[in-house]
């Protein structure tokens, strides 16, 4: 089954949303086993007890801190990560495998299909949407 371009960007969107949904997941975590030791050094009222601020800044560094790693690293690479999943063909039709450079329409010559911008590389690159270079 070959996809379209519009059913690759629309996945695309669809993933991204899901890490963004991931990132905010991790982070809940990350804030959930941040708050409990916090929460009982607050209510013990031992604020300035220095072995246990340091065994309660170990345990929140531990695992926690992990979660809150993963949930940065997701929201810095998620565009990069969606392009890595889900590539677009490179001057290639997704549709019929036509070789899409110097193409002069945003339609394939050999099967008519409507071609994305993303796909074209934009208009400097492919040369579409140059009007009248020499008259």
């Not at 290639?92 to 339609?107: A, D, F, N, V």
Request: glycine share 10%; aromatic share 6%.
């Amino acid at each position: 089954m070959i996809l379209d371009t519009g059913s690759i960007v629309r996945k695309r969107y669809r993933m991204r949303r899901n890490i963004r949904f991931a990132a905010l997941a991790l982070f809940m975590v990350f804030l959930i086993g941040t708050s409990a030791p916090l929460m009982d050094l607050l209510i013990t009222g031992r604020v300035f007890d220095g072995m246990r601020l340091l065994e309660i800044l170990r345990q929140v560094a531990s695992v926690p801190g992990n979660f809150l790693v993963g949930a940065a690293f997701l929201c810095v690479m998620q565009r990069r990560l969606v392009v890595w999943l889900l590539p677009l063909p490179e001057n290639l039709c997704p549709q019929c495998g036509y070789h899409l450079r110097e193409l002069t329409t945003t339609r394939c010559p050999e099967c008519g299909l409507e071609l994305a911008a993303e796909l074209l590389g934009g208009p400097e690159k492919s040369g579409v949407g140059d009007s009248g270079a020499a008259a």
